[in-house]
């Protein structure tokens, strides 16, 4: 009974910057955990970050390599992740993931119950 819905993705070149958005909608009062996900052609899907009701954060180091940075506003059921820098290795798609209460952060995708359906980011040269 939770929704997420993923913004904000698009064509941008090298050096480009994006920030997503995931706007969660529904029984939001039981989330605990929010996150993103890439997936990229002919890869598995890679964690990038999370963050928690309370503001608690981690980040994958070598995904993002320092240009990533999660963040969230709870009065307006929202996640965001500002990209800065992009390479064309950033091209991918990228979730958002939810979590309840019962659960804290974490970087297994299995740990999450609530997906969105994904915003394409393209990085050209």
């Known amino acids: 009974q939770v929704h997420l819905v993923e913004s904000g993705g698009g064509l941008v070149q090298t050096g480009d910057s994006l920030k997503l958005s995931c706007q969660a909608s529904?029984?939001?009062?039981?989330?605990?955990?929010m996150a993103w996900f890439r997936q990229a052609p002919g890869k598995e899907r890679e964690y990038l970050a999370v963050?928690?009701?309370?503001?608690?954060?981690?980040l994958n180091a070598d995904a993002g390599k320092g240009r990533f940075a999660i963040s969230r506003d709870n009065a307006k059921n929202a996640v965001y992740l500002q990209m800065d820098g992009l390479k064309p290795e950033d091209t991918a798609v990228y979730f958002c993931?939810?979590?309840?209460?019962?659960?804290?952060?974490?970087?297994?995708?299995?740990?999450?119950?609530?997906w969105g359906q994904g915003t394409q980011v393209t990085v050209s040269s």
């Open positions: 993931a939810a979590n309840g209460h019962s659960t804290g952060i974490t970087a297994q995708a299995g740990d999450y119950a609530y």
């Open positions: 529904g029984r939001t009062s039981s989330i605990n955990a």
């Open positions: 963050i928690s009701r309370g503001g608690g954060r981690m």
